[in-house]
């Protein structure tokens, strides 16, 4: 000790000041390169009409007038599919929630086995997203696949399987991506009834609350923390659905089962040549949507900081 | 407790419950059983029709052992193994220091910086995808491991700095005080007092990290194309063209497939479902 109290260097008298810096600059570093700046750059790619490989040539904004019709074009009809389809799943994805809710509420006992059944519950989460996708294409198999074999014990005939018909395929997809994503919110509910304070609960019910009322006034208010974990990463699992689509229809059929990370991926890295500047605009549009939910976030975990100074 | 603890409701509930509980499974995990019975089957139940009934033979060692000696499948599992390892390594490494950094430290732009890293962790991944793949291809790096693993190191530290600075804040920070008036380093701090302390968050993230990487389709796609380093997320797709139409390989290729990160859970489901939970909900 007394060793650095004689010579104190430059570096000793500010270590409180340098040292975060010191511990934050590798991680910086690599966040700046792979992923802050390209956002940057992905924004100057979609001024630009460029194949990856040869010079980038200024086409100003248009690029995003032809993927939103304004001036004398219509609007892009793959596009427009694609964004209709990105607003069904960020809808019913949500639907993961509830059901997540559902199966905890099922699941929260303590009779023998429970802790095993609860793991095989959560087991289709753990699964690659390419294999639950290959799974389910194997479950909708025209004719053969367990679903038409089980719907047509009631006699529904679907035309050309569940993924053969444009007006299902993105349907079965979405069933497909929430049976994982039930499980994630499955998992965070059960955690979350973990801690609910069953002192609350007990004078609850000595009130005569019971079932649905108990549910809704006091059990979930305790599980507001869940739920906003659950929200946020659903809608991001929403946003990012790519590996189902590519897995299972890429993007068929008729271009009926396109999502726009998947419509950016295709113009940009296709058979049919790279758009990188078309791809680019598709990723910044894709981006803003995203931009609204991460600012609704932020704001929320802001609120959280500051209260907990 | 909420629901109602069956042990308090009649004896009648109770059996129902116990009984039902095995049936909600078997339902829930149906489309997985059907591929494991698939993967047992023999080639010839597929030609029959014979989809979903008893197999006719039991074939499970010709298939599994044609998945693993007369297709690229071990490469590709190798492959994936060489890519999340390293991944898994470098970002805790590099959460951990900025963790810290943002756990312990009072100065400007703090939170800031926080706020970037998370809000880095949240975009899609398409907006990123031509420039990091314009910068692999002019660092030579393009269908190479470590180009994937350099792209995942940066990505996965903004989830994982979220995670280790709340977990570090959440210390007691006396400790920290008391080492400081004791006239010890920082870096001594961080090595000898903070991180014996993490080993909850590191064992968490750990396996956390390991499932992402192994189960990444996306970066696989845009940044490998060939069996020299694409994992097998990727690679499945091409072994399916291989055994096109034999859904009895297709089938034993997935299970392969899926089998390390569903051990990894089994083996470290505690510290996995810590992980998920963010640490929020305790």
């Known amino acids: ?309 | 407790m909420f629901p109602t603890p069956i042990e308090k409701r009649p004896r009648s509930a109770q059996i129902t419950y116990q009984a039902f509980l095995p049936f909600a499974l078997i339902l829930w995990l149906l489309p997985l059983l059907a591929v494991a019975l698939f993967s047992i089957k023999p080639d010839a139940d597929f030609t029959n029709g014979n989809y979903w009934g008893v197999p006719s033979s039991f074939e499970a060692f010709t298939n599994y052992g044609k998945v693993f000696f007369e297709s690229n499948m071990p490469r590709y599992l190798l492959n994936s193994l060489l890519i999340t390892i390293p991944t898994v390594i470098g970002a805790v490494a590099l959460s951990c220091m900025a963790g810290f950094a943002l756990g312990v430290y009072k100065f400007k732009g703090n939170l800031l910086i926080f706020f970037i890293f998370i809000a880095g962790n949240f975009v899609p991944f398409q907006i990123l995808m031509v420039p990091v793949r314009d910068l692999t291809v002019s660092m030579n790096l393009y269908d190479t491991k470590l180009g994937l693993v350099l792209f995942h190191v940066a990505f996965q530290t903004g989830f994982c700095t979220l995670f280790m600075r709340n977990f570090i804040r959440a210390l007691p920070f006396p400790l920290i005080e008391a080492a400081r008036v004791e006239g010890v380093a920082e870096w001594r701090i961080f090595l000898y007092v903070v991180l014996p302390l993490m080993k909850p968050a590191l064992a968490a993230l750990a396996v956390l990290i390991f499932t992402f990487i192994w189960n990444d389709y996306f970066w696989a796609v845009v940044l490998t194309q060939g069996p020299d380093a694409q994992p097998v997320t990727a690679g499945i797709t091409e072994f399916n063209s291989q055994f096109r139409a034999a859904y009895h390989l297709m089938s034993a290729g997935s299970i392969v497939a899926a089998l390390p990160p569903v051990a990894m859970f089994f083996l470290m489901q505690k510290h996995f479902i810590a992980g998920l939970t963010l640490g929020a909900v305790k």
């Open chain 1, 1 to 309: 000790m007394s060793s650095a109290d004689t010579n104190r260097g430059w570096y000793k008298r500010n270590e409180i000041a340098i040292t975060p810096w010191l511990f934050l600059l590798p991680a910086m570093l690599f966040f700046a390169v792979y992923v802050i700046i390209p956002i940057g750059q992905s924004f100057w790619i979609s001024f630009h009409q460029w194949d990856g490989l040869g010079d980038k040539t200024w086409v100003g904004t248009a690029n995003y007038e032809r993927l939103l019709g304004i001036g004398d074009q219509n609007v892009d009809r793959k596009f427009e599919v694609s964004f209709w389809n990105n607003l069904r799943w960020l809808v019913l994805y949500l639907l993961a929630i509830p059901a997540g809710l559902f199966i905890a509420l099922f699941l929260n006992q303590t009779v023998f086995g429970i802790r095993l059944y609860k793991s095989l519950f959560f087991f289709p989460f753990v699964i690659s997203q390419v294999v639950v996708g290959l799974v389910f294409s194997w479950f909708y198999l025209p004719n053969d696949g367990l679903f038409d074999v089980i719907t047509g014990w009631f006699g529904i005939d679907v035309s050309g399987g569940v993924l053969g018909n444009p007006n299902t395929a993105t349907y079965g997809i979405i069933a497909a991506g929430l049976w994982p994503q039930t499980a994630y919110c499955m998992i965070l509910y059960l955690t979350g009834l973990n801690a609910v304070d069953p002192e609350q609960v007990e004078a609850a019910r000595l009130d005569g609350a019971k079932g649905r009322k108990m549910l809704w006034y006091v059990i979930l208010p305790q599980l507001k923390p869940a739920t906003f974990i659950a929200f946020v990463v659903t809608i991001i699992g929403a946003l990012r659905s790519f590996d189902l689509i590519s897995v299972m229809t890429n993007g068929g059929p008729f271009g009926s089962t396109r999502v726009l990370s998947f419509y950016m991926f295709e113009e940009s890295l296709s058979e049919f040549g790279f758009r990188m500047g078309y791809g680019a605009a598709i990723a910044v549009v894709l981006f803003f949507i995203m931009l609204g939910f991460i600012v609704y976030f932020l704001w929320s975990m802001y609120q959280d900081e500051k209260g907990a100074r």
